[in-house]
């Protein structure tokens, strides 16, 4: 693993220096991961859904490699800052979604753990934990940046460690003090299920 960690951080390094073809062995490599976070994040979506895994990563990735260049720090920063473009797109997919139903209030249901599993109406879902995680973004920005790449990319405690700078014992109590804010604010519209 050491080594798949080692050649994407050294190939985005070769890419932010100009190497047009570190783009083309990069993508191969990461793909896989990124496809697993895409359907992490919609793994409890209805089968109808419109937005597919393979989609959203495609986005992201034209998004990451066509937007404004961005200093990847490490292959876990790479994976956080997809998977934060990944969150975007599922977010305005969801209020376009929303937008076209304007129906009433309904009971959402959302699962903080390990996995992030939205359930219920996954669009309403996602606004309403997008809309926390800005809220918690305004009070603790490393708070709400350590349960995104945690919860969206699956970084682990020591990458993000690495990448925030801080102990892994932060990162742990970071991250628990996050989920408690999460909790009490999607509870007056969820039901949680932890």
Known sequence: MSDR????TSLLRDMQGGDSAAVD?????????????????MKHERPDHTLQ??????????????????SFESRAHFFAIAARIM?????????????GKRGGEEL????????????????????ALHDALD??????????????MHYFAGNSIDEIAAIVGVSERTVRRELQTARLYLRQQLKPLSTIVL
């Open 5 to 8: 960690n080692d050649q994407v």
């Open 25 to 41: 062995r990069l993508v191969p490599i990461v793909y896989r991961e990124l496809r697993k976070i895409a359907g992490a994040l």
């Open 53 to 70: 895994p393979t989609a959203v990563v495609h986005e992201a990735l034209m998004r990451l490699m066509d937007g404004e260049p961005v």
């Open 87 to 99: 969150r975007r797109l599922l977010v305005d997919h969801a209020r376009r979604r929303v937008a």
């Open 108 to 127: 959402e249901q959302v699962e903080l753990d390990d996995g992030l599993v939205l359930s219920v109406e996954q669009s309403s879902d996602v606004l």
């Open 135 to 148: 809220r918690l973004e305004r009070l603790d920005e490393r708070q709400a940046r350590i349960v995104e």
